[in-house]
């Protein structure tokens, strides 16, 4: 991995090799910020709708028995569940 | 219940001292289980390890989820066999039932409380949740507790619940001042 120094001798002016974003005033990064944070909350909601329809999926019966092996040894169980198994 | 298949078998790359890079970045994003636990919910790892080498694992990283050893086709029913993956389960009675499933780079967004009772059909099980009818919900703040206070404290505690009411009254206040200007 390159040193800072090393960095710094290959790019003098002690720039980031790479193409940044502009640097602006406090007023301005408060009111990209803001912009931003409009999506920002528009995927909460739209994560929060997900999740609801998500709750509405329909349910798969597990007819089979798994076995599982835990710290305390073989356990046979519809599904491995530490409130369940016996 | 949620069940998620992380490779640590014998003859995937990193074997015996590892599991998969992949699988460990899950296990290192897993909060405490006990916020899951107090809703009802269990998270468990499984893997074909042997139990000595899950315990000598998960004592190396830190990791306190519970994990258990495959015997059967169950990751070859739910999905897991080749890859690793999210199932979730819920048990009704004597009834268990598969609800959901994710892999892939859903997988990346596991780990955090609110991810994984998100993909459980209950959800958060808060109040402010568009869930069917008859659903069990609280109302948020007031369950959450310090991981290891779930015991002591089986029921919120009523100073928390008006503090934490207090906090959100003037939380709405502030956003609804902010708002209006």
Sequence with gaps: ?86 | MIVYRAFFDPGVFGWPEHACRGCSMVADQVAHVAHLNARDTTLVFVSRAPQADIARLKARMGWEMPWYSLTDGFDADFGVDEWHGTNAFIRDGDKVFRTYFINNRGDEQMGSTWNYLDITALGRQEEWEDSPEGYPQTPPYKWWNWHDNYAAEASPDPKWVEVSDAGEAAFRKRDAEAKAS
């Excluded at chain 1, 800072?4 to 003098?12: A, F, G, I, Q, V």
């Excluded at chain 1, 329909?58 to 016996?86: D, H, N």
């Design chain 1, 1 to 86: 991995m390159a040193t800072s120094k090393e960095r710094d001798k290959e790019h003098p002016k002690g720039h980031l090799a790479m193409k940044t974003p502009p640097i602006v005033s406090q007023q301005e990064w408060e009111a990209a910020r803001q912009q931003l944070l409009v999506k920002e909350k528009a995927l909460t909601r739209s994560r929060d709708a997900l999740a609801a329809e998500r709750r509405r999926m329909p349910w798969l019966a597990v007819e089979k028995k798994y076995e599982f092996v835990g710290p305390e040894g073989k356990r046979a169980c519809s599904i491995c569940s530490t409130a369940a198994v016996s």
